[in-house]
């Protein structure tokens, strides 16, 4: 009688477990692509027709992907997805790559930078790491800390604004008021007011 009831105990562990691989199998898994173009991105599979999406003008997304359902996603051997990029002509039909973006093997977690070639028609990729990928800067109010209404040199280093505060600032007092700020922001941040 234990011997039955063992069997059946074990018989059920080993339904649940088959029950729960699955799950556990289909982590999802995502690459990210920053977009520093003017235009719009197409990423997709390169193997086949499946398409991650679209991203837009310079934004960071997340490219999902699901070994489970779509091996030549991430390859459960390799741990690699074969990808494409390419950049939407404004007809929406046309798409032009460059040399570097025609085919990508990646694995989960990498970060693609795409940029605009020298001849404004194609495009570059490269893989990053996590500390090369821009952030959007804060505001005005949020980068100004003691609340004085100027960012002094400090604040700019907490905020990681990499520039010579003499580029942008105009009355030559050291520090950056609302309007020298935007300029700033302006010209070396390509994310701002763009959220992702």
């Excluded at 649940?16 to 898994?29: N, V």
Aim: hydrophobic share 40%.
């Amino acid at each position: 009688m234990k011997l039955s009831r063992l069997s059946i105990i074990f018989i059920l562990l080993a339904g649940l477990i088959l029950y729960t691989a699955p799950s556990a199998m289909a982590q999802t898994k995502t690459f990210t692509v920053i977009n520093h173009t003017g235009n719009v991105l197409r990423v997709w599979g390169k193997s086949n027709g499946f398409e991650f999406g679209r991203v837009k003008a310079s934004t960071i997304t997340d490219c999902t992907c699901n070994a489970l359902y779509n091996k030549d996603c991430f390859d459960k051997d390799g741990n690699k997805a074969k990808i494409k990029l390419a950049l939407e002509d404004k007809n929406g039909l046309d798409l032009w790559s460059g040399d570097t973006c025609v085919k990508l093997y990646i694995e989960p977690g990498a970060n693609i930078d795409v940029t605009l070639d020298d001849d404004g028609r194609h495009i570059k990729c490269a893989i990053i790491k996590d500390s090369e990928i821009k952030k959007p800067l804060p505001t005005f109010d949020e980068a100004d800390l003691n609340k004085d209404g100027k960012i002094d040199a400090k604040e700019a280093e907490a905020i990681q604004l990499k520039v010579n505060l003499k580029d942008f600032d105009a009355d030559l007092d050291n520090e950056l008021n609302p309007s020298e700020f935007d300029n700033a922001v302006n010209k070396i941040n390509v994310f701002r007011g763009v959220p992702f």
